[in-house]
């Protein structure tokens, strides 16, 4: 058992950590995301976390004396970079009201050292030290793990990662009491090196493994907009087989067995459904997701169209409808037509209008305009 907390537990944690940093660094580089910047600032931080469990194996010791102050500020500091930068990686921006929440995070944080500097009676006891930095570390990498819910696949290997950041956020709450519980620490150190672990696996799933870019010279630009037809066979007629171009994003809720061998390699297929969910095939990229994950198939398709897909083609709007109603399916249209737009590129929407009331039939008219010939041959 020595062997396992003294050298094992340190090594996991050890390159577990390094393995997030190297990961969230790649993913700055590649998307050139201002919150993924602050993240790689986090991970860095808690790679060289302060802790002797894992400085002592490598022969680093710590002044006494100044080691409390110290892993406090880094508790603060890695919290603000967590929630700032998972603010950034959800909304793509952060707002006065976010300046206002980090000037009182910082007041809020001197006044909190400042206390456990002095010799004031009651920050002499560890775990009122550690209870409120602690809890802001904690409830931010929870939150950052939140965040990566909405863009990674159900039932999937990058699922890891936001479920290995929630528990590793949930166990560092405890971490004021449990720490200093002798029978409890190792068991904490483990599960912490194992809930890290679960993080890094998912990451390197989700950093160097995401949806396939389209090949720029295999997609012909689209015609920008946003379009409504009545049936498939309308589709067939004006467009063609849109399954089998290549850059399309597909929403369906048709058998996709029997049509995976219309849909082009490089087409992405999220197949609607309740049956089942992740993976169904790698090649054509095809995944099951359930009808009433909408937040989590937004930022799916907003991701494909960063990689260069250019048509979203979606024909199970009524299934939608049914699972979440009018209002959010609307919703859930509407944000994928800006992405699209904003990609320059055209949205698809294959709808029957009879099973629709007149409010509805002029909301979806409004926002998706019929397809013209004239349009297609400019």
């Given at each position: 058992?020595?062997?396992l907390?003294?050298?094992?537990?340190?090594?996991?944690?050890?390159?577990?950590?390094?393995?997030?940093?190297?990961?969230s660094?790649?993913?700055?580089?590649?998307?050139?995301?201002?919150?993924?910047?602050?993240?790689?600032?986090?991970?860095?931080?808690?790679?060289?976390?302060?802790?002797?469990?894992?400085?002592?194996p490598?022969?680093?010791?710590?002044?006494?004396?100044?080691?409390?102050?110290?892993?406090?500020?880094?508790?603060?500091?890695?919290?603000?970079?967590?929630m700032?930068?998972a603010?950034?990686v959800?909304?793509?921006?952060?707002?006065?009201k976010?300046?206002?929440?980090?000037?009182?995070?910082?007041?809020?944080?001197?006044?909190?050292?400042?206390?456990?500097?002095?010799?004031?009676?009651i920050?002499?006891?560890?775990?009122?030290?550690?209870?409120?930095?602690?809890?802001?570390?904690?409830l931010?990498?929870?939150?950052?793990?939140?965040?990566?819910?909405?863009?990674?696949?159900?039932?999937?290997?990058?699922r890891?990662?936001?479920?290995?950041?929630?528990?590793?956020?949930?166990?560092?709450?405890?971490?004021?009491?449990?720490?200093?519980?002798?029978?409890?620490?190792?068991?904490?150190?483990?599960l912490?090196?194992?809930f890290?672990?679960?993080?890094?696996?998912?990451?390197?799933?989700?950093?160097?493994?995401?949806?396939?870019?389209?090949?720029?010279?295999?997609?012909?630009?689209?015609?920008?907009?946003?379009?409504?037809?009545?049936?498939?066979?309308?589709?067939?007629?004006?467009?063609?087989?849109?399954?089998?171009?290549?850059?399309?994003?597909?929403?369906?809720?048709?058998?996709?067995?029997?049509?995976?061998?219309?849909?082009?390699?490089?087409?992405?297929?999220?197949?609607?459904?309740?049956?089942?969910?992740?993976?169904?095939?790698?090649?054509?990229?095809?995944?099951?997701?359930?009808?009433?994950?909408?937040?989590?198939?937004?930022?799916?398709?907003?991701?494909?169209?960063?990689?260069?897909?250019?048509?979203?083609?979606?024909?199970?709007?009524?299934?939608?409808?049914?699972?979440?109603?009018?209002?959010?399916?609307?919703?859930?249209?509407?944000?994928?037509?800006?992405?699209?737009?904003?990609?320059?590129?055209?949205?698809?929407?294959?709808?029957?209008?009879e099973?629709?009331?007149?409010?509805?039939?002029?909301?979806?008219?409004?926002?998706?305009?019929?397809?013209?010939?004239d349009?297609?041959?400019?």
């Amino acid at each position: 058992m020595s062997t396992l907390y003294d050298f094992i537990i340190p090594l996991i944690n050890f390159i577990s950590r390094w393995t997030l940093l190297v990961a969230s660094v790649y993913q700055a580089k590649k998307t050139r995301e201002k919150g993924w910047v602050l993240l790689s600032a986090a991970f860095l931080i808690d790679a060289l976390d302060m802790e002797s469990y894992i400085m002592n194996p490598l022969g680093i010791k710590f002044n006494e004396e100044a080691y409390s102050v110290a892993s406090v500020v880094s508790y603060f500091i890695l919290a603000m970079l967590f929630m700032w930068g998972a603010r950034h990686v959800k909304y793509g921006k952060t707002d006065f009201k976010d300046a206002l929440y980090a000037a009182l995070f910082s007041i809020v944080s001197y006044v909190w050292v400042f206390l456990v500097a002095t010799d004031v009676g009651i920050f002499n006891n560890p775990t009122v030290v550690y209870s409120l930095p602690a809890l802001l570390f904690g409830l931010s990498v929870m939150y950052f793990g939140y965040v990566l819910l909405d863009s990674t696949m159900p039932k999937s290997i990058e699922r890891l990662f936001p479920y290995g950041l929630i528990l590793l956020g949930a166990l560092n709450l405890t971490y004021p009491v449990a720490r200093f519980v002798d029978w409890f620490a190792p068991i904490g150190f483990l599960l912490g090196a194992l809930f890290r672990f679960m993080a890094a696996v998912g990451a390197v799933k989700y950093v160097f493994y995401p949806v396939r870019a389209v090949s720029v010279c295999t997609v012909s630009e689209p015609t920008k907009g946003a379009f409504r037809f009545g049936s498939k066979q309308e589709v067939a007629q004006a467009l063609e087989d849109v399954w089998s171009k290549p850059g399309t994003v597909i929403i369906t809720r048709e058998n996709i067995m029997e049509a995976m061998n219309k849909i082009h390699p490089e087409s992405l297929v999220f197949w609607v459904t309740r049956a089942k969910e992740g993976v169904i095939s790698e090649t054509p990229q095809i995944y099951a997701v359930s009808p009433t994950n909408m937040d989590i198939l937004t930022d799916l398709v907003a991701n494909a169209l960063r990689k260069g897909y250019r048509t979203v083609y979606i024909d199970s709007v009524e299934y939608l409808i049914i699972e979440n109603g009018f209002e959010r399916t609307m919703k859930f249209l509407l944000h994928v037509k800006d992405i699209t737009l904003n990609a320059n590129g055209s949205i698809i929407l294959v709808i029957s209008e009879e099973t629709l009331d007149e409010k509805q039939k002029g909301m979806i008219e409004r926002e998706f305009e019929p397809f013209r010939r004239d349009r297609a041959s400019r």
